[in-house]
């Protein structure tokens, strides 16, 4: 597990500092950092196996060394530190060329590290973009992505491919189980209905045609609807399709980063979101997320209280921006959470805009 990442020179920082857990939550009006810790991470896998930093690449497109590198630097290297416990830390220095799309590595002593402890560098990885597949009548396969990665696509364009293709196998995650069968479908089955009751799914891979196709229908009472396209559902369903997956079919010392999970879902689908995801990281599962929801964040903290995760597995991240600096630089609060699931803190700007509004209804 990465249990810190410095940064230094990289865009909106010029310096930051994250000691990370089991869940760690990112949160911050929009344009002060948080994309950029993600991609940090991310250009280190694109760039695995090279001796310096790819900004275009599989994962992400940064630009350039000009775009890379943080406006109020002071030199013009890039660094990067990954602490893993006891088990080391790798240092990384890239110089920045101003019109170049890739960073060459500055050669610097570094502890003795074995390559396969990095989650960046070898599998056990899954990134999902904010961007995700949109809802259509039959999705693309790869046999690669799907079963010699495990991945359901950084788009989770091959989501419905990896449940057709692994909707029997058990999944590992004790804490995240809620269906009386442990299969990887029945655990799906049982979270979707948490988000929208009745809410049933059918898979299917067809080889031949090299296409899935994805099928809901819902029960009410003793009656069940016909089978719908996901064109004809909610778009929500299909959006959040991938990250139910990938959590759920993850392993203790997995890896995740995921952008906005809670994109175009319900209140009350958002909250259990932030419970399966709190159960998954219980279980051993890093997760890195970024998020606008105070309905995730608070599903968070309930499965604290209820002791579904302890706080100590749980980091929240606030980046703010000062409005009335002279330079453009993100300071990162970290409000901790208690065992009753109580936030230490709670900076101007943390998900209190209800209240802020409020106040002015009722002046």
Known sequence: MITRLIIENFKAFQY????????????GINGVGKSSVLQALLLLRQSR????????????????GRDALNAQAESDHIRMELSFGSEG???FDFRSISDSDYLPGIPIESPAFN????????GNFQYLNAERKSPTVIFPTSNYQVQQL???????????????QYQREPIVLKSARI?????????VDAWFQRISAGTRLTTTYRSDLNVATLTYRFEMGENVTPDFTPVNVGFGFTYVLPI???????????????????SHLHPQGQAQLGTLLACAAADGVQLIVETHSDHLI????????????????????YFERDPDADEHVTEIVQPTIDANGRLSQQPRGFFDEYARQLDRLLQ
């Open 115 to 122: 390559p396969n402890q990095s989650l960046l560098i070898d």
């Open 89 to 91: 830390v790798v240092h």
């Open 179 to 187: 269906a009386e069968s442990n299969t990887l479908l029945d655990q």
């Open 150 to 164: 495990r991945s359901v696509g950084k788009n989770g364009e091959f989501a419905v491919h990896f449940l057709a």
């Open 298 to 317: 608070n599903g968070v903290r309930v499965a604290v209280k209820e002791k579904n995760i302890s706080p100590e597995q749980v980091s929240v991240y």
């Open 244 to 262: 139910i997956v990938a959590v759920l079919a993850a392993r203790p010392g997995d890896l995740l980063l995921i952008e906005n999970p809670e």
């Open 16 to 27: 930051a500092e994250l000691n990370l857990t089991e869940l760690n939550l990112l949160t």
């Open 49 to 64: 196996g090279t001796d310096g930093l790819s900004l275009k690449g599989p994962l992400v497109d940064i630009g350039l």
